[in-house]
């Protein structure tokens, strides 16, 4: 079965801090996709990224970047030169064959970005 | 419509009532999804429908919990007897396919 964990329940950090929210993933699919979602005070669910199995290569978009490591099963996220605004629950999520694309979260990491 | 629409967007009810969400997909979605998100906590995954059929019920908490899909659009989540415990944020969700995922903006529930 599939399974995300996201070991860091809460981080805080001050303002142009870096921060790396981690992302660790059980499946036993070949083929799945990862993704992060941004979940702000006002409680949407913003996606910030997916990723298939099939590509491992590093992305950055902005301040934002994601290191996906098969053989250590991750799917990391960093935020470079924190924001106040980046304050949120982060939450990675997994999904492979299973129930027609549906979305395995991690619990979330709740990171406050202090001024 | 331009987005995933789901209402009410708040609703407070009586502990033992039974209430309907509802959730209005992007247009040409096929796949819809439920997710539950209780307080400080994660998505929890319920239901979801390809068309309007629900291959795999097994989300689904109890048997107070049912939903269904109509015209392979509109979705309802019903909760009978609600229970304070129903008390969560409902999330619904669409997609044509892995691509195209989109979430509503939220069913908050509060049970009293």
């Known amino acids: 079965a599939q399974k995300v964990t996201q070991a860091q329940t809460e981080i805080s950090v001050v303002e142009k801090e870096d921060v790396t929210l981690d992302c660790v993933y059980e499946?036993?699919?070949?083929?799945?996709?990862l993704f992060w979602y941004k979940q702000p005070p006002s409680g949407e669910l913003v996606f910030l990224i997916r990723?298939?199995?099939?590509?491992?290569q590093n992305e950055i978009s902005g301040r934002y970047s994601w290191n996906f490591q098969k053989s250590t099963s991750s799917f990391n996220f960093t935020i470079t030169a924190s924001q106040v605004v980046d304050s949120a629950v982060y939450f990675c999520?997994?999904?492979?064959?299973?129930?027609?694309?549906?979305?395995?979260f991690g619990g979330g990491t709740r990171l406050m970005v202090k001024p | 419509g331009a987005g995933v629409s789901q209402s009410p967007s708040n609703k407070v009810t009586e502990k033992g009532k039974d209430v309907e969400l509802r959730c209005d997909p992007i247009?040409?979605?096929?796949?819809l999804y439920w997710y539950r998100q209780s307080l400080g906590q994660g998505l929890e995954f319920l239901i979801y429908?390809?068309?309007?059929?629900?291959?795999?019920k097994s989300g689904l908490p109890s048997d107070r919990f049912s939903a269904e899909r109509t015209g392979g659009s509109v979705s309802t989540l019903t909760i009978q007897r609600t229970q304070q415990e129903d008390s969560a944020v409902y999330l619904c969700?669409?997609?044509?396919?892995?691509?195209?995922?989109?979430f509503g903006s939220g069913t908050r529930l509060t049970v009293v």
């Open positions: 247009s040409g979605h096929t796949a």
């Open positions: 990723r298939n199995s099939f590509d491992e």
């Open positions: 999520a997994l999904s492979d064959s299973n129930a027609g694309n549906m979305l395995t």
């Open positions: 499946t036993r699919d070949t083929t799945y996709y």
């Open positions: 429908f390809q068309g309007n059929s629900a291959p795999d």
């Open positions: 969700a669409s997609s044509l396919d892995i691509y195209g995922y989109t």
